[in-house]
């Protein structure tokens, strides 16, 4: 297996940017060209990568609500959108999602915090009881990528369903898919 790619230490432990990198071209390569986000500590160096794409739109929100209202409204607007948000702010956005439903505004979201094991953060707690629920309550698709090797694969599956269903669909990163492996 090739060695991966450390990307900058964040929390007590350091992202995979190759896995990171192909996250980007896989983004590219499905013709996402506008990215709604709330910096947070698993998607901020994609974001980052994102922010440095002449051909990518970033929008920095304050509030994950408003970043599935913008990231709907660049669909409306032409382009094919993606919002990088932690679990928590899916929770925060059950209605503005509800109503892009409604409306058939197709989205694709690429969320950290699921409800897999390896959480350092007590405060995540409640968030990792609701994004799957509320996901189902929505009756939003999502797979959950449990290594990086797995998300182009995934983004690509994603977002072909984004375009057929006219809807929201999901990958949801647990903390350890993103990362370099920590040592024993």
Aim: contains cysteine; hydrophobic residues 45%; negative net charge.
């Amino acid at each position: 297996m090739p060695e991966k790619q450390q990307g900058a230490l964040r929390a007590g432990y350091a992202h995979d940017m190759t896995a990171l990198n192909a996250i980007h071209q896989a983004l590219r390569d499905a013709d996402i060209s506008f990215a709604a986000y709330l910096p947070d500590t698993l998607n901020y160096p994609l974001a980052r990568l994102l922010e440095t794409d002449p051909g990518m739109i970033c929008v920095n929100c304050a509030r994950e609500d408003e970043g599935v209202a913008m990231a709907m409204g660049a669909f409306l607007g032409g382009r094919w959108p993606v919002l990088l948000t932690e679990g928590s702010g899916l929770g925060l956005s059950a209605l503005i999602l509800a109503r892009g439903i409604v409306q058939r505004t197709p989205l694709l979201i690429l969320a950290s915090h699921n409800s897999a094991l390896g959480e350092r953060h007590d405060y995540i707690a409640a968030t990792r009881r609701v994004t799957e629920p509320l996901l189902d309550a929505l009756n939003i698709p999502y797979v959950i990528a449990m290594s990086g090797e797995q998300a182009p694969l995934l983004i690509r599956e994603a977002q072909l369903s984004v375009r057929g269903d006219r809807r929201p669909v999901a990958v949801l990163f647990p903390r350890h898919s993103l990362h370099v492996p920590e040592a024993s």
